[in-house]
């Protein structure tokens, strides 16, 4: 074994019960200095003349040696390690724990010593790497490190255990803990021969214990490996991504995040599981709006498949199924859509525990849709109300306010349809009231209702309120779709058709039109 260096502890004892003779310095190699503070002590107690002016000197110079000896220490570490690392207080633990362990030239002459060389050069870039958060990087080097370590010292060895602890402190910071388990099992494996200090070891053995936590996490969430690890990081990051790109409407590039977690998804569990059906449905629903209608079909069927396969209630099967009955809508097949539909509610509803939820209003929303698209107006008002019920009972302010706008907003316009204008009215400015408490009422649905409140007030002959909600529509289109050009279009329309309506009005009043 190499030389352990001097302790900065014991430095400091040497201070406090021989510093009046200079122990302390003639232990840090300051011979001139510790040789003179002996030689103001005899000159101060020998009675001479002055002498107590050399003891009056001493004595400061005794407190500027508090400060000195840290600093002397960091001098002679920074000679061990033949190079001067600057950012050594910031660096890992088992980074600063290698570098105070560092071999001393001396000892050094049975080694090879360009192998020596580069680990202490590594082992700086290591520290960097380590500072600015780079962990790949400084997996990379400290891989490097070891094997030169392995090099210099062919055998059981101090800088190589803290070299191998400071190599598994950077694989567990990328979440590789097979790899960091290994280095720090062998670190400590390396400390108990070679009888490592306590506090070496110590930080070997939490790092470990972390390490170990860290695995048994990653079990819990079905993978058993490194490689496994990183799939989930990748999965992680895919799902979160094209979720905010749905936030955001973007729509082709939420597909493509999410068609890259489902390939994640199955090279990770290499078979049917709970988490390829989640994103195998969401592929499916977001491929449907964007009407890829074969893919949608072909990927929610999928998703059934695998969901029988595995044995899952009904809460699984509902998303693919609702996307099914769209399909099936969409393609004008009626009656699959309603028997598609049909199953949704029941789904919902026991899901919901035969009580009320987002998903029990969703449901009934969308077979009184497709009701009232087929002119099946009574069934659709039944279901309509009936999703009201479900509304009226959900917590005041909470769920899926676009949903809920949405539906107040198509059963609004069925008692439109039948010119029943007062309760149309009352459910558009209740999709209002739900918009304004979520989003200030910026939104395409405060839009829509904005657009039918205006031809509600045209209808009835009061071209002033008409004109204040299509102007409203106008501006709530331009602001929410822009790219919606047709809506757009119609609101400039109806501007223009009230304006000139308004116009011609004040003319045969002889009045100056007033908007």
Excluded at 2 to 9: D, K, N, Q
Excluded at 149 to 165: D, I, K, S
Excluded at 206 to 216: N, Q, R, S
Excluded at 376 to 404: F, I, M, N, S, W
Aim: proline share 3%; aromatic share 6%.
């Amino acid at each position: 074994m190499t030389p352990l260096p001097r302790r900065r502890s014991f430095a400091y004892l040497l201070w406090l019960v021989g510093g009046f003779i200079g122990a302390h310095r003639f232990y840090l190699g300051s011979y001139l200095g510790g040789a003179a503070q002996l030689v103001l002590l005899m000159y101060g107690i020998a009675g001479l003349s002055g002498g107590r002016f050399g003891l009056m000197l001493l004595l400061p110079w005794m407190l500027f040696d508090l400060w000195w000896i840290q600093q002397r220490m960091k001098r002679l570490q920074q000679q061990e390690l033949a190079g001067d690392d600057d950012g050594e207080d910031e660096a890992p633990p088992a980074a600063r724990q290698a570098s105070r362990r560092s071999a001393p030239r001396d000892a050094a002459k049975d080694f090879d010593l360009a192998a020596l060389a580069e680990a202490n050069k590594l082992q700086q870039r290591f520290v960097a790497a380590a500072e600015a958060g780079d962990w790949a990087q400084a997996v990379a080097i400290g891989d490097q490190i070891v094997a030169a370590m392995r090099r210099v010292f062919r055998g059981p060895h101090q800088n190589l255990a803290m070299t191998l602890c400071m190599l598994g402190q950077a694989c567990y910071q990328i979440d590789a803990f097979d790899k960091a388990r290994a280095s720090l099992e062998e670190s400590l494996s390396i400390g108990r021969k070679i009888g490592m200090p306590a506090e070496d070891m110590d930080v070997a053995r939490k790092a470990l214990d972390l390490t170990l936590v860290g695995i048994e996490q990653r079990k819990a969430r079905g993978a058993t490996s490194d490689e496994g690890g990183a799939l989930l990081n990748l999965l992680d990051d895919r799902e979160a991504r094209y979720r905010d790109a749905l936030a955001q409407g973007d729509l082709p590039g939420a597909e493509q995040l999410c068609a890259e977690a489902v390939a994640a998804s199955r090279r990770l569990h290499a078979g049917p599981h709970k988490t390829v059906v989640l994103h195998l449905s969401s592929h499916a629903e977001l491929c449907r709006r964007l009407r890829w209608n074969d893919k949608a079909q072909a990927l929610a069927d999928e998703a059934l498949a695998m969901i029988g396969q595995l044995g899952l209630d009904d809460s699984w099967r509902r998303g693919p199924t609702n996307t099914l009955a769209l399909l099936h809508a969409a393609a004008g097949r009626a009656d699959e859509a309603e028997a598609l539909y049909k199953k949704t509610i029941a789904m919902a509803v026991s899901e919901a525990g035969g009580g009320s939820s987002d998903g029990v209003v969703r449901a009934f929303n969308n077979l009184a849709f497709l009701y009232a698209e087929s002119g099946q107006d009574v069934k659709a008002e039944l279901c309509y109300a009936r999703a009201l019920v479900h509304l009226d009972k959900l917590p005041p302010g909470e769920g899926d306010t676009e949903l809920h706008s949405d539906m107040l907003n198509n059963f609004a316009s069925l008692h439109m349809s039948r010119r029943d204008f007062v309760r149309a009215r009352e459910l558009f400015e209740r999709s209002l009231d739900i918009q304004q408490r979520s989003c200030r009422g910026i939104s395409a649905a405060a839009a829509n209702a904005h657009n039918d409140l205006g031809l509600i007030a045209q209808e009835e002959g009061d071209l002033r309120q008409a004109l204040v909600h299509f102007k409203r529509t106008l501006l709530l289109n331009q602001i929410c779709t822009p790219d919606h050009f047709r809506n757009i279009d119609n609101a400039q329309r109806n501007i223009d058709s009230v304006s000139i309506a308004l116009a011609a009005v004040a003319r045969a009043a002889r009045m100056e039109p007033s908007t």
